[in-house]
Each structure stands twice: as structure tokens, then as C-alpha cells.
């Protein structure tokens, strides 16, 4: 886990290099750390509410005792998930993992009277269900400089794609939990040299 010996105040920078970042591995290898892109079925707007939260947290945990990692970023938008994940050295085997989070995240989903999109006979035979996508999109992080433009860019995408005027307004996100840190501030993202990370990230999109 993230120590918890921290200044009061620190910039981002100078705390991923002198607490986080000194705990990675390097991500060429097993143990490294990973932008991921997750995607709803036919891109629906199921997520942004507090079932979906709360529903996708029991998944993590369900699979994080099958599976240990450590979810270092997070956030949900309405149609896709952002995650930054650092995995232990003995075992990257991430799509396993997001398997069994989506897998469980459905199950429980529509237990609860959560909404699927309509799927063909064929699909049901392989108990495919109209909630995710197949496919997912990751990204290996290389270096000290390109996780923090991730971590950044993660945060910073409720206000990307319109959903709030500021970071701390979207509640589906880690961004609280790094404030309370001392990582961010709460009006983070305002000045226009907070975004200088945009043009630094593969996004797919998001």
C-alpha cells in the first residue's frame, strides 16, 4: 500500500517521486504499473451512480483476494472506466483480472435491477451479458514522468468530457482520496498549467 507518511503540502512531482514511485518496479517487467480504459456495451450510460460504485468496489475487492494488485487511480464516468493498477512481480496477468471484476460487477449489476443492453441468442450461449465490452485498453507505464501524466489525465477527465466545471465536483473518483493526502489540491485542475499533462497521454479517446 501507499505510505502514509507524507508532508502536509507537496506537489505532485515531488511526492510520487520521493514516496510512490520509489515502491514501483520498473513496468518493462512483472510488478509494473498500467492505464487501463474500460468500456460499457455500445458505450450506455449506466455507471455515474452510486449502485455502479458500489457494485464495481465489491468486484475489485472480490478479485483482489483471488488476485492480489493495488488500485493506485481510479475513476468512473458514465460509458468507461480510467484505472492505474501496479501488480505484484509475480503475477501481471491483468485481462485475468478485469475478467473477474467484470464478471462479478455483472452478476451483481443485474441482481440489483441494473440495465443491460439487448444481446443475441448466440451470446447468451456463451453467457455473454449486454453490460461490458470485450475488450479493454492498456497501457504500460513508462517511467516516473509518464504516470503522473496518466494519474493527472484520469483525474482530470470528468472535466474533459463535460460532466463538471472542477475536479472535486465528480464524486466517482480517487481525487478526493489523494486531496485528503495532500497530493492535490481541492481546486486542482482550475489553472490552465494544471493541463500542460493532456498532450502527454494515450487516451484512446477517453
Known sequence: MVRD???TVVSPLQYFS?????????????????????VTERRADI????????????????????????????V????????IWTLPPDNCDYSKRWGIIKKHFTQTWLALGGAEQS??????????????????WEHALRDERDYQ???NYLHFNPVKHGLVKKVVDWPYSSFHRW???G???????????DHFFLNHVQCFGE
Do not use: M
Open 119 to 136: 444481446v443475441t441468442a448466440s451470446r447468451l450461449r456463451y453467457r455473454r451479458r449486454g453490460v461490458w465490452q470485450r475488450r479493454f
Open 18 to 38: 520521493e514516496v510512490v514511485l520509489s515502491d514501483y518496479r520498473r513496468c518493462y517487467v512483472p510488478g509494473g504499473s498500467y492505464f487501463f480504459t474500460v
Open 179 to 181: 486531496v485528503e493526502k
Open 47 to 74: 455507471l455515474a451512480n452510486d449502485l455502479a460504485q458500489d457494485c464495481l468496489r465489491d468486484a475489485i475487492r472480490y478479485c483482489q483476494q483471488q488476485l492480489p494488485f493495488r488500485v493506485d487511480a481510479i
Open 183 to 193: 497530493v492535490y489540491s481541492v481546486n486542482w485542475g482550475l489553472p490552465p498549467e
Open 149 to 151: 501524466n496518466h494519474f
Open 76 to 83: 468512473i464516468l458514465p460509458d468507461h472506466i480510467h484505472a
Open 5 to 7: 507518511a507524507y508532508p
